[in-house]
């Protein structure tokens, strides 16, 4: 009975580990997935919000301090994300505009 047992017991650890191990690695893979899918949604949110507020302050052509610092806190965001740097080129035409509008 001891023979057995120790049988059993020396062919159920490896086999329970090696299923703990490949059922965390499943886990791992589909949460590394989540985030890359989650950081791409993330990163297209920022970029509409940013490519929104270009056009509409460079259609008012001024630029208020208040938006300027909202502008370079999601410029700041989607750069740490990945974000590329065409969408830097439309943000610094914006940071060109005046902070208030001219007076005709």
């Known amino acids: 009975m ?4 120790k049988i059993f017991i020396q062919w159920f650890i490896p086999f329970a ?8 690695s499943k886990q791992l893979k589909e949460n590394k997935t989540a ?3 989650m ?4 990163l297209s949110l920022i970029r509409s919000q ?23 806190e999601l410029f700041k965001q989607y750069k740490a994300l990945g974000g590329n740097h065409g969408i830097e ?16």
């Open 89 to 104: 080129v439309l943000v610094n035409k914006c940071y060109e505009l005046p902070i208030s509008k001219k007076e005709e």
């Open 50 to 72: 940013i490519v929104g507020k270009c056009e509409s302050y460079m259609k008012q052509e001024y630029l208020p301090e208040y938006a300027r610092y909202c502008l370079e």
């Open 17 to 24: 580990c090696a299923g703990g191990f490949a059922l965390i």
């Open 39 to 42: 950081k791409a949604s993330m």
């Open 35 to 37: 985030n890359e899918a």
């Open 2 to 5: 001891q023979e057995i047992f």
